[in-house]
């Protein structure tokens, strides 16, 4: 993975007075001793070079020299060590269009990701897509808390670009292009700390939102809504596998 190179590097200004230094997240660092100054509530946390480089899934010496070209946002520490915010470097992976980190590998794909293709039931779900977005934001709200699942520009985006997808994979009979979005999502969630109930939710309300809109259509064509369905369920399970994968990077980024 080689990122755009017009990322320019922040380097940390100093203060008059030196007390302190403040970088390009917004973090301080004591000029005289180089360690964090205390945190408040708002402040994200930097990581080393060898924990950022875990969370995006590559080798330390690759992102030194990414940073070093100015290709990946970072800080440096008083001492000249670099340090990366880890919600920018999710942010910053996520724009590019980024796999999920450190992936696992898997020497064994037990899930298929090739299916019949089906061009009428893709169009019929790419021409669905208010329908299912509504149908989605009704089954979201019968599993969350009164309240709690009040309509968002984010997740309705989030909803209309994982139809896209599977309506594109759906097409051309390739569903690994899905999957692997679904994958990314979860992990997103996972690395920022967000809760993981909340994608798994969406993707199975998406997935009961889907056969309630297409149902008509699917009335015709049985083995096309259990080929449809299965590659549903197996995007939830990519959420919550994506998901798990995300924790355990910000957990290991916690021990350095």
């Known amino acids: 993975m080689t990122p755009p190179r017009h990322t320019s590097e ?15 997240g917004g973090a301080r660092l004591d000029e005289r001793t180089a360690a964090p100054a205390p ?4 402040e994200p ?32 520490t008083p001492g ?7 919600d920018e470097l999710v942010r910053w992976l996520s724009e590019r269009g980024g ?6 590998q898997r020497l064994q794909e037990l899930v298929p990701t090739r299916v019949e293709a089906m061009p009428d039931t893709a169009r019929a779900l790419a021409d669905s897509g208010d329908e ?5 934001e009704e089954e979201l709200a019968r599993t969350r808390p009164s309240g709690a699942s009040r309509p968002s520009a984010a997740r309705q985006t989030r909803v209309l670009g ?3 997808a599977l309506a594109g994979a759906l097409d051309s009979g390739d569903l690994a292009g899905a999957y692997r979005d679904a994958e990314w999502e979860g992990f997103r969630h996972g690395a920022s700390g967000q809760p993981g109930d909340a994608p798994v ?12 809109v297409l149902g008509p259509i699917f009335a015709a064509r049985p083995a096309e809504q259990r080929a449809v369905e299965r590659s549903l369920d197996r995007m939830a399970v990519r959420v919550a596998a994506g998901y798990a994968d995300g924790v355990r990077c910000r957990l290991r980024s916690t021990l350095e």
């Open 45 to 76: 946390r930097l990581l080393t070079v060898s924990a950022a480089a875990r969370l995006l899934g590559v080798s330390s010496s690759s992102l030194r020299a990414w940073a070093a070209a100015g290709r990946v946002p970072h800080v440096r």
């Open 39 to 42: 945190k408040t509530a708002t």
């Open 99 to 104: 796999a999920p980190p450190a992936p696992q």
């Open 132 to 136: 299912v977005l509504a149908a989605f």
């Open 201 to 212: 939710t969406e993707a199975l309300a998406l997935r009961r939102a889907v056969d309630r």
């Open 162 to 164: 994982a139809l896209e």
């Open 80 to 86: 000249g060590h670099r340090r990366f915010e880890l």
């Open 10 to 24: 922040h380097t940390a200004p100093r203060r008059p007075g030196g007390a302190e230094l403040a970088t390009a």
